[in-house]
């Protein structure tokens, strides 16, 4: 398979607990973006990296949150002190693009539930 | 921000009935693509369509990006067409792609 990866696929914490996702790009996709999908609504943008370097973050991103893609290739995004409103559908997107857009893929999400 | 309008927002169907979603936006853009949202969360892609009219099988879409709209059609319905659709853009003033969403289409088709 050579979509984008994403895992763990389903996490259940309590609450205060940290949790960390990790999602793998189609190969040689340059863009790569985060979502958190609640239920009942659209995805909503978190952020996004060109190569390595973070070039976005929403306000949805508080500073319990925090996303890195260290070599340009495989991405994390860890959630500190988990509460109860940070149940979601998260999901992970690449673009191979040398302009300002072109064609998102999304892989298959991880749902996060905190007791 | 730019405003993306799904409607209707429910929408059912019998089976082998045609069927028209319709996508507004109030903004110009650069991007506009139509997802169908599996049962397990997953966002396939159906459309990728900044403007103009592409058929797959069943389904067409066309946008017309100069009065901020796209139409997704679904001929021939089947019950595995039933899920969420939603319809995503990027706006001409945003530099990273970033695609926002409209609130979804849910589409039920009874056998």
């Known amino acids: 398979d050579t979509g984008v990866s994403q895992d763990p696929r389903h996490k259940i914490t309590k609450r205060g607990q940290n949790v960390t996702f990790r999602c793998d790009p189609i190969s040689e996709h340059n863009r790569l973006y985060w979502y958190r999908q609640t239920l009942g609504q659209g995805p909503e943008f978190l952020t996004y990296?060109?190569?390595?370097?973070?070039?976005?973050k929403s306000r949805l991103l508080s500073d319990r949150f925090s996303a890195e893609r260290p070599k340009g290739s495989f991405s994390t995004l860890e959630i500190q002190r988990t509460e109860q409103g940070d149940s979601a559908m998260y999901l992970c997107?690449?673009?191979?693009?040398?302009?300002?857009?072109?064609?998102?893929?999304f892989g298959e999400g991880s749902r996060l539930t905190v007791l | 921000g730019i405003q993306v309008e799904q409607s209707p927002p429910d929408l059912i169907l019998q089976e082998g009935a045609n069927s028209t979603l319709r996508c507004n936006f109030s903004d110009s853009v650069n991007n506009l693509q139509w997802f169908h949202q599996n049962p397990w969360g997953q966002l396939i892609n159906l459309f990728y369509i900044p403007s103009g009219t592409k058929q797959n099988g069943r389904l067409s879409a066309t946008t017309v990006a100069t009065e901020r709209y796209s139409l997704l059609y679904i001929s021939s319905s089947q019950t595995t067409d039933s899920g969420v659709y939603f319809c995503a853009v990027v706006t001409i003033y945003n530099q990273g792609g970033k695609l926002i969403f409209g609130q979804g289409t849910e589409l039920s088709v009874k056998p």
């Open positions: 990296f060109q190569n390595e370097a973070q070039l976005e």
């Open positions: 997107a690449s673009l191979r693009t040398s302009g300002p857009t072109g064609e998102l893929f």
